[in-house]
């Protein structure tokens, strides 16, 4: 039973449009959310995350936003630039569950057009 | 900066083999992962620890072992290598406490022939 879902397998932008990924959580115990940004041939990278008692949290260009209710989070990355093509990793966790487990989804391939 | 390395890049073997997959971090962090990332399946825990000597079966424990005889190190072993264990590790870190981003190795991309 997939617990973190990543719908959209890939999405292509055009560079300088705002680029949105979205992820849904059936677990109402996850309380902290994370994006990761991978490249081909390397380990995944720590983007943006938000706790649960948030609903936005902003870094620059990429802003994840959270729905609490509807249990859904988006990454919003605007302007897109060629640099963030990448497959992009949604993950959440249970504090007070394993210390530090995430549960990650399938991931999504962006590709941004110059 | 916290790092996290994994002993080979990519690496190649044989149906049958023994495959030791080393992860060393130098951050004194408690809780270490072994991953492994398939296309369209994204990334599956295989084992984790939350100290030395410690491990716990992740979703997908099943061919793998492992082995944390110090804090920094974590050893993901194949007992006997198949051709679908042939994918990417990834090895992962983070403080015990923290609940925050782990932090990833850049991964060990294995072919089983």
């Known amino acids: 039973d997939q617990q973190v879902k990543q719908n959209s397998p890939s999405l292509s932008v055009q560079e300088g449009r705002i680029s949105i990924l979205n992820c849904d959580y059936t677990n109402s115990m996850f309380d902290y959310f994370l994006w990761y940004k991978k490249y081909p041939a390397e380990g995944p990278t720590f983007l943006i995350s938000?706790?649960?008692?948030?609903d936005k949290n902003e870094d620059g260009r990429f802003t994840v936003f959270l729905n609490k209710s509807a249990k859904h989070l988006s990454l919003h990355i605007v302007p897109s630039q060629p640099g963030d093509s990448a497959v992009y990793f949604c993950a959440a966790s249970k504090y007070g569950g394993s210390q530090g487990n995430l549960i990650f989804g399938k991931g999504t391939k962006l590709s941004v057009k110059p | 900066d916290v790092k996290v390395t994994q002993s080979s890049r990519y690496l190649v073997k044989r149906t049958g083999e023994k495959v030791f997959l080393e992860c060393v971090q130098d951050m004194d962090h408690e809780n270490m992962f072994w991953y492994r990332q398939d296309p369209g399946l994204g990334l599956r825990l295989i084992y984790f620890?939350?100290?030395?000597?410690?491990?716990e079966k992740g979703d997908i424990p099943e061919g793998y072992s492992v082995s944390r005889e110090k804090k920094e190190r974590f050893s993901l072993i194949l007992e006997s290598a198949s051709t679908n264990q042939t994918s990417m590790y990834l090895c992962a870190s983070i403080s015990s406490g923290s609940h925050n981003e782990q932090f990833f190795g850049p991964g060990t991309r294995l072919t089983v022939l």
């Open positions: 620890s939350y100290d030395v000597k410690m491990k």
């Open positions: 938000i706790s649960s008692i948030k």
